[in-house]
């Protein structure tokens, strides 16, 4: 009996496996029963959030790498670097086909093909320099090595875009796919797949360039009109010297405008004096507007009057041009002339500070009252026949009766503006004043019973036609000065300014006395010509 009996220890210990492992095991069959036990990390059966698929996982590391690719370009993939006398920004795009484009504000844009892939070149050309410019009208032996210059411009602003867009690709793309996936390694596998993709398209646009773009470009906006002005590539290339030395002018010419414009002489007339800038034929020249405003601001110009022609072929295209009008200092008087189009009134209607005259209905613009007519004739449009002088002098005729019913009527104009002289000397005896344009040559004349006929040049220095002759037609302009009580002329200064590629300028000072009915111009009174560099051409 004493061998069988246990101590005192061994009647207490528990039993040391099924009674612990059995209610643990029991324990996870309920759990999963009841669904509720913890999903192997490894069992897709079994997991609350499936893996996507590896297509879809693809696709949307695609999508990741080209938005923050695109981002990146956007942000920092550009390069402002100058080509020539021409400060232009570049700038890589995404593009299903492809190219090249480049942006020359305002006047439009032109599109080469020069290469295929995902991937399109966008050049804006800021502005022209006037140093370097200025360097290569002082300098003319540098024209020859300007191509040159220009290939080394260009082959290093490439450079430093593709530097710089390589850079903008893949922080672009690391950044945005670290923001989604919220890890690196998945962050730094979109930036070297944005890389290979930038480097890929690279390869396809270098595979695929054509040099011989640059002969078939395709014009937009105020450009559209460059080949019917400019010629096809066969003619450039069989007289390229004088397309050379024209476009050293062209390049030049605005330069030249500026300096000329900010050393004219200023008048300081009586303070009770009306100061009336009269400009005309315009001709979609941009230097014009930058004159103009110039002009404004030295003689402090009360009052604005164009006399037509500010326009080429009066196309939609060409209303672009105009919104520099609502801005330049002083109220804007206009008239249509022939080679305005009835669109492009409406767009200069629609400017504010514009005041378009027409049908002989008087208008009162800074003190002063005018009334006009638009050109009867639109000389663009062949498919009219245009009626010359007679229809000029109907016109005319129609006015001559408006000023005279407002004068009846205890309303005298002022001033009347015409755009061709034909129709202006219909109203001579009717009005003081008749300003007009149309002939790109200064003259005034007193006319019959008190008229006086003034004609403005070219304000715009012939614009698309400033080449066509061997002399390069000069930039007019006047200054009129008026009794601010009775509107009567006192006297007007007379702008001229050196053409295109020329620098002189001069300012010629005349008085009403000096001209009678029948008689000739007199002499230029002295003039001041503006300070010109060294070895610059003279007029």
């Known amino acids: ?108 844009a032109l599109t080469l093909d020069s290469h295929h892939g995902p991937l399109r070149l966008d050049v804006d050309v800021d502005k022209l320099d006037p140093v370097r410019s200025r360097a290569l009208v002082d300098r003319p032996e540098r024209l020859g090595a300007l191509e040159s210059t220009i290939s080394e411009d260009v082959g290093q602003g490439t450079l430093d875009l593709a530097v710089r867009s390589c850079v903008a690709v893949v922080c672009g793309a690391t950044a945005l796919g670290l923001a989604v996936y919220r890890r690196p390694r998945r962050a730094l596998l979109s930036g070297g797949l944005a890389l290979t993709l930038l480097l890929a398209s690279s390869a396809t646009a270098y595979a695929t360039w054509n040099p011989r773009s640059v002969l078939e470009p395709r014009f937009s906006g105020l450009l559209s009109g460059a080949p019917s002005v400019v010629g096809d590539a066969r ?25 000329a414009t900010t050393t004219l002489p200023t008048y300081q007339p009586d303070p009770t004096t009306l100061r009336l800038l009269h400009v005309s034929d315009i001709h979609l020249n941009p230097a ?105 002098r109907r016109e005319g005729r129609a006015l001559a009766r408006s000023l005279r019913e407002a004068r009846a009527e205890g309303d005298p104009v002022d001033i009347a503006v015409t755009h061709n002289p034909v129709a202006a000397e219909q109203v001579a005896g009717t009005v003081p004043l008749v300003l007009a344009g149309h002939t790109h040559n200064r003259s005034q004349r007193a006319l019959p019973d ?46 001229t300014l050196g053409g295109l590629g020329l620098t002189t300028a001069e300012v010629s000072r005349r008085l009403p006395g000096e001209a009678r009915p029948g008689s000739s111009p007199s002499p230029t009174v002295p003039s001041t010509p503006a300070p010109s560099t060294e070895g610059s051409p003279s007029d």
């Open 288 to 392: 014009a507007w930058s004159i103009i405003r110039s002009l404004v601001k030295q003689y402090d110009i009360d009052l604005i009057v164009d006399s037509g022609d500010t326009m080429d072929h009066g196309t939609t295209a060409e209303n672009g041009f105009l919104t520099p009008v609502a801005d330049l200092g002083a109220p804007y008087v206009w008239v249509r002339g022939n080679h305005d189009s009835e669109d492009t009134q409406k767009a200069m209607e629609s400017k504010k500070n514009v005041t378009v005259l027409d049908d002989g209905t008087p208008h009162t613009v800074a003190g002063v009252r005018l009334a006009g007519i638009g050109d009867p004739q639109f000389t663009p449009d062949r498919s009219v026949d245009s009626g010359g002088d007679p229809q000029e």
């Open 450 to 495: 008190g008229t006086r006929m003034m004609i403005e040049g070219t304000t715009g220095g012939g614009g698309l036609r400033a080449v066509e002759d061997e002399t390069p037609q000069k930039v007019q302009a006047s200054v009129l000065y008026l009794d601010r009580e009775s509107k009567q002329l006192q006297a007007w200064d007379e702008i």
């Open 235 to 259: 003619s450039i290339v069989t007289d390229f010297n004088i397309y050379q030395q024209e476009l050293a002018r062209l390049v030049t010419n605005m330069t030249k405008l500026y300096d």
């Open 1 to 108: 009996m004493a061998g069988n009996a246990s101590s005192p220890h061994e009647s207490r210990r528990p039993p040391r496996t099924a009674p612990l492992r059995a209610p643990a095991a029991l324990l996870r069959r309920v759990r999963r029963r009841l669904g509720r036990s913890r999903p192997h990390r490894h069992d897709p059966e079994l997991s609350l959030h499936p893996r996507p698929h590896p297509y879809a996982r693809a696709a949307g590391l695609v999508a990741v790498t080209v938005l923050g690719a695109w981002l990146g370009l956007l942000a920092v993939g550009s390069v402002r670097t100058p080509v020539g006398p021409m400060d232009t920004h570049m700038t890589l795009r995404p593009s299903f086909s492809g190219g090249t484009k480049i942006n020359v504000p305002p006047l439009g």
